[in-house]
């Protein structure tokens, strides 16, 4: 089976979070980069998938030269070889924007199934995986813990509200989007990142990938929330008080 | 005086036939040695050379084995009876090796000792004396294994009694050779019995643990030294221990020098808390691998011979390479088993993955957000360090995440207030990687030091000050592979050396601190009652009220056989009440289980060694337990509570970090 990772590297949970001076993105200066856990997670399916069933597992990331030591990261892990689209405007670009990048350079490698993680730790927008999937023309499953290969094609196991699950089958090829926490993830080691440095690292210039759309969407500003709290002490007596506060919960806080 | 002494007599001349067949003998002995030795000398040899080692500094070298060899010093102090039996043994052997020369020379009338000269004379007395010594030694030892019989030394081996039973005849058939005239028969029926017992000694010799004779003096003079001294990893191919093709020369020589004593078992807390790591047979392990396999065998060396779950079983308290008077240095081997398992993904463990991948991502072992450090630095006002302060204080993850380590670092920040001392503490930290260090992860090892070393010379930091002494072996030794380290130092040494300033203070703040009555200490949650601090105050400034505080100070591993730091915590501990020490100090402290990142790890077998430690520590009858890491007080911290609750009635049992014990004495309005 061939299988398709497609990882993000996004900023170390412990990253200071400054918006740039042009308040259109975060200053990346202090930054420390990691893997997106999500993408972790398909990685380790992906990679168990090989492991129960044999083939190969291709990573694929987009983004500036930095990105490289995510995919070795990847490599190290136990993927067999990596496609780098190298990007440097990854920022100015929507979901859409990256999704056309990953679907240009997935395509050529025809895959049986290509794996992401549900959203991505930064923007958590949700959509690439099922937009390449859309660009592709595949069928896709979403919130996937779970996945096993059949004769015919996949059952996978999706993670629904309120701790219900659902369990899918699918043919190949086909694009899942992996929920965190479904396995546990292996930790990187010293063979394999020795091991990694003999693996092919595939560059291509998102230019040359064809239809790098300009983006759908332009981003205005982006700002921190500000923090705000205010107390209002409800005057009166208990009963009084507490049909003011039902008031407000309704109208105002509108929870109730 | 010695005119009536008798002299040694031993036969003169021999016939043909006796020089014959004394030499067939003699061939047919060493060549039965050498069919065995011959092996393990080429194993040895033939084994891979060790990456990083070097004869210099010589001095060191030398020393430690005029010390440990010559003076069996590390034999005697560690186990004094059988110790002084051995180095008995020990030294009349040494004193033999001319006589035996010379006995054998005789047969070819090559003898250059003559009984009647005055070197002879003296000579053959001397040996004469040693020889008594030896008997009375080798009676000695023999009635400790086959009636003593103490645990460790494991089953009764009857080779051994032999062997014994063959030095006391050596020893029998030299000193009968006094009062046997020389030129009978008699006289020749004694010079070969004591030439047949040598000549079956001598073959016995590879085929036993006596093997330790020839080998365990190469052994120390060969020693990596330092304690628990990691080589580096050489080439790409490296991974540490994983197959016999990674043996080293230095290991696979500590493999066959064991002479399975036992020391290392008996101190082991793994071993002693009914676990199945036993590192003696980790040792023992080793050597069968290289009898059955050698060095060039692809074969894991985990497996068959050794398990990978007694390898990570281990605290790396360090009591066997402390213990071991043959010099084997079990902690690299141990290390390098782990190493091995980790490096390859061979180990799966859940905990130890978690601990893995938090530091992979994150910036500590507990896996918390360093914006949590930031809270506890900026609540606390902690300047931050910028080159300029005299120390750089080193929080690690103990004392900037956990709620107890907190509390040591502000005590110790009150002090450094108090008396003035500039400091900062740094800006971003990471783990020092001590944990992933001793369970082999030698990837994420290399990550946490390179990136610490670089912000540390990024704020030109230049001393280093740590309340946890795993932070303060790895930065000192174990960065050492990756840079130059800055000078760094355990709060213990801080404080014994600012002691006269802070007793001092507290003579001439008493009035004060009396007056300002409980509560208000400069740390929220301290259990500490002024009124008892107060009375310590009078004790000291007025001897005849000696009601002091009974304080039992544990040892912790990386401080005490680590570092070799001893009196400077008891100074403290002895500043603010009675020291008490348990059964078990300095050297030979039991450790508290946290050691070799198995405070990451999950529930360990058998008992647990903190309980085991908690309760010796409150059987000495102190009312506070005072450590000076902040894992061992981590630990205690369970223990002591399960402790307690066995023990109905009894006074609770405060714990406090030496730091907190200095603290106490501070005019409390500072910070």
Same mark, same amino acid.
């Given at each position: 089976m061939k299988i398709i990772v497609a990882i993000k590297q996004v900023p170390e949970r412990d990253a200071p979070v400054r918006i740039a001076a042009n308040h259109k993105?975060?200053?990346?200066?202090d930054h420390q980069w990691a893997m997106n856990e999500p993408d972790a997670y398909a990685l380790e399916e992906a990679l168990q998938l090989k492991e129960k069933n044999g083939g190969e597992v291709i990573v694929l990331s987009a983004g500036p030269e930095r990105v490289g030591s995510t995919i070795r990261e990847a490599l190290a892990k136990g993927a067999d070889r990596a496609i780098h689209v190298v990007s440097d405007d990854l920022a100015s670009r929507d979901a859409l924007g990256t999704a056309r990048l990953l679907a240009e350079a997935i395509k050529p490698e025809n895959p049986d199934l290509v794996l992401t993680g549900?959203?991505?730790?930064?923007?958590?927008?949700?959509q690439t995986g099922v937009i390449v999937a859309e660009l592709l023309g595949l069928p896709h499953s979403t919130l996937i813990v779970q996945v096993e290969k059949t004769d015919t094609g996949l059952k996978v196991k999706r993670e629904l509200e309120e701790g219900w699950f659902q369990h899918i089958e699918l043919p190949l090829p086909a694009v899942l989007t992996i929920q965190s926490g479904g396995n546990k993830l292996r930790y990187a080691t010293l063979m394999g990142i020795k091991r990694a440095k003999t693996k092919p690292v595939h560059a291509v210039a998102?230019?040359?990938?064809?239809?790098?759309?300009?983006?759908?969407l332009t981003l205005e500003h982006i700002a921190l929330p500000s923090k705000q709290k205010s107390t209002q002490i409800l005057p009166g007596s208990a009963k009084e008080a507490a049909a003011a506060l039902v008031e407000k919960l309704k109208f105002e806080a509108r929870v109730l | 005086m010695c005119a009536s002494l008798p002299t040694l007599a031993e036969p003169q001349h021999f016939s043909l036939i006796e020089r014959v067949l004394f030499l067939a003998l003699a061939a047919a002995s060493a060549w039965a040695f050498w069919r065995r030795f011959g092996p393990i000398f080429n194993k040895i040899l033939h084994s891979k050379k060790d990456p990083?080692?070097?004869?210099?500094?010589?001095g060191r070298r030398v020393r430690d084995f005029v010390w440990?060899?010559?003076? +069996?010093a590390k034999v005697i102090s560690q186990r004094p009876l059988a110790g002084i039996a051995h180095a008995l043994v020990f030294w009349a052997f040494c004193a033999f090796a001319l006589v035996t020369l010379n006995h054998c020379a005789q047969a070819l009338s090559?003898?250059?000792?003559?009984? +009647? !000269?005055r070197f002879g004379r003296f000579y053959f007395w001397f040996a004469a004396v040693f020889a008594l010594a030896c008997s009375a030694g080798i009676l000695g030892l023999f009635i400790r294994r086959f009636?003593? $019989?103490?645990?460790?030394? !494991?089953q009764i081996s009857p080779e051994s009694g032999f062997i014994a039973m063959l030095i006391f005849a050596l020893m029998a058939t030299y000193l009968a050779a006094f009062y046997?005239?020389?030129?009978g028969w008699p006289g020749h029926a004694l010079w070969w019995a004591h030439t047949l017992v040598l000549l079956v000694f001598l073959p016995l010799i590879p085929h036993t643990k006596h093997l330790h004779l020839l080998l365990s003096p190469f052994t120390v003079f060969f020693s990596r030294g330092g304690f628990s001294k990691i080589p580096p990893l050489a080439g790409?191919?490296?991974?540490?221990?994983?197959?016999?093709?990674?043996?080293t020369q230095i290991v696979s020589l500590q493999a066959y020098s064991c002479?399975?004593?036992?020391r290392c078992t008996e101190h082991c807390p793994a071993n002693n808390t009914g676990?199945?790591?036993n590192p003696k047979e980790i040792v023992l392990g080793l050597r069968a691998y290289l009898n059955d396999?050698?060095? +060039?065998?692809?074969?894991?060396?985990?497996g068959k011979y050794n398990s990978q779950q007694a390898a990570f079983e281990?605290?790396?308290?360090?009591a066997c390479e402390f213990q071991c008077p043959v010099g084997i240095e079990h902690l690299p081997i141990l290390v390098g088993l782990r190493r091995g398992a980790v490096n390859t993904g061979e180990w799966e463990d859940s905990h130890g993955a978690k601990l893995f991948l938090a530091l992979e991502r994150g910036s500590n072992a507990l896996g918390l957000p360093a914006a949590e450090r930031d809270k506890f630095i900026e609540k606390n006002a902690l300047p931050i360090y910028d080159?300029? +302060?005299?120390?750089?204080?080193w929080l690690g993850c103990m004392g900037a995440y956990d709620p107890r380590g907190r509390e040591i670092v502000l005590s110790l920040v009150a002090i450094m207030r108090h008396l003035g001392i500039t400091f900062g503490v740094p800006r971003k930290e990471k783990c020092t990687g001590d944990p992933v260090r001793r369970l082999g992860n030698d990837l994420l090892f290399q990550q946490l030091a390179e990136s610490n070393l670089e912000s540390l010379a990024q704020a030109r930091t230049k001393k280093i000050l740590s309340i946890c002494p795993h932070c303060v072996r790895t930065i000192q030794e174990d960065w050492k592979e990756f840079g130059a380290p800055p000078e760094v130092e355990h709060h213990s040494e801080f404080l014994a050396r600012h002691l006269p300033e802070l007793n001092l203070v507290s003579g001439l703040d008493l009035p004060h601190q009396a007056k300002s009555?409980?509560?208000?200490?400069?740390?929220? !949650?301290?259990?500490?009652s002024r009124a008892e601090n107060a009375q310590t105050m009078t004790g000291a400034l007025?001897?005849?009220?000696?009601n002091k505080e009974r304080i039992v100070f544990h040892d912790p591993c990386y401080l005490g056989r680590? $570092?070799?730091?001893?009196d400077q915590p008891r100074a403290v501990v002895a500043s603010a009440g009675e020291l008490v020490e348990a059964? $078990?100090?300095?050297? $030979?402290s039991f450790c508290c289980g946290a050691g070799g990142g198995l405070a990451f790890l999950g529930e360990e077998g058998g008992e647990r060694v903190s309980h085991v430690r908690a309760a010796e520590l409150v059987a000495t009858g102190a009312t506070t337990v005072a450590a000076a890491c902040p894992f061992c007080n981590t630990m205690f911290r369970d223990a002591l509570t399960q402790v307690s609750e066995s023990r109905p009635g009894a006074p609770t049992v405060q714990l406090v970090d030496i730091a907190q014990l200095a603290a106490r004495n501070l005019p409390h309005e500072t910070n």
């Open positions: 993105s975060i200053d990346e200066a549900l959203q991505s730790e930064d923007l958590g927008l949700g998102a230019a040359d990938l064809g239809s790098a759309a300009a983006p759908v | 990083g080692f070097s004869l210099a500094p010589i440990e060899v010559v003076l +069996q090559l003898d250059f000792l003559a009984p +009647q !000269g009636f003593v $019989r103490p645990k460790w030394l !494991g046997v005239a020389g030129t790409d191919e490296d991974f540490g221990l994983v197959t016999g093709r990674d043996l002479v399975e004593c036992g676990k199945e790591l396999l050698g060095p +060039q065998s692809e074969e894991p060396l985990l281990c605290t790396t308290c360090g080159g300029s +302060q005299e120390y750089c204080l009555g409980p509560g208000g200490s400069f740390v929220s !949650g301290h259990d500490f007025a001897p005849e009220v000696t680590y $570092r070799n730091v001893y059964p $078990r100090h300095r050297e $030979r």
